[in-house]
């Protein structure tokens, strides 16, 4: 069974950088594009970051020259450096394939605020 463990988040103030990491268990990710996504409270889940399996990346536009995402297939891991952050990128954070998505993991709870 595939496990989605997100880790990383916390309170940040506004300008503030974190780094979000995602371990995935139980299956390989090297050939899956892998994808960041944000919830906040009362409002959809959004998709932040998007990389491919060779390693082309997409932002949503209020990421863009901010955030970047990154993949370690050896490790089996995702990341998501975080920098400039600001009190509208609070949310929960969840890693996932975009297509055909395996369970969702307990987020990682991102706070911006002074």
């Known amino acids: 069974q595939v496990q989605l463990v997100e880790s990383g988040g916390g309170l940040v103030q506004p300008g503030g950088s974190l780094r979000l990491s995602c371990a995935v268990s139980?299956?390989?990710?090297?050939?899956?594009?892998m994808v960041w996504y944000r919830q906040a409270p009362g409002k959809q889940r959004d998709l932040v970051a998007h990389?491919?399996?060779?390693?082309?990346?997409n932002y949503a536009d209020s990421v863009k020259g901010r955030f970047t995402i990154s993949r370690d297939n050896a490790k089996k891991s995702v990341s998501l450096q975080m920098n400039g952050l600001k009190p509208e990128d609070t949310a929960v954070y969840y890693c996932?394939?975009?297509?055909?998505?395996?369970?969702w993991g307990q987020g990682t709870q991102v706070t911006v605020s002074s």
């Open positions: 996932n394939r975009p297509l055909n998505p395996w369970p």
């Open positions: 139980g299956s390989i990710i090297r050939i899956y594009s």
């Open positions: 990389i491919t399996s060779g390693g082309t990346t």
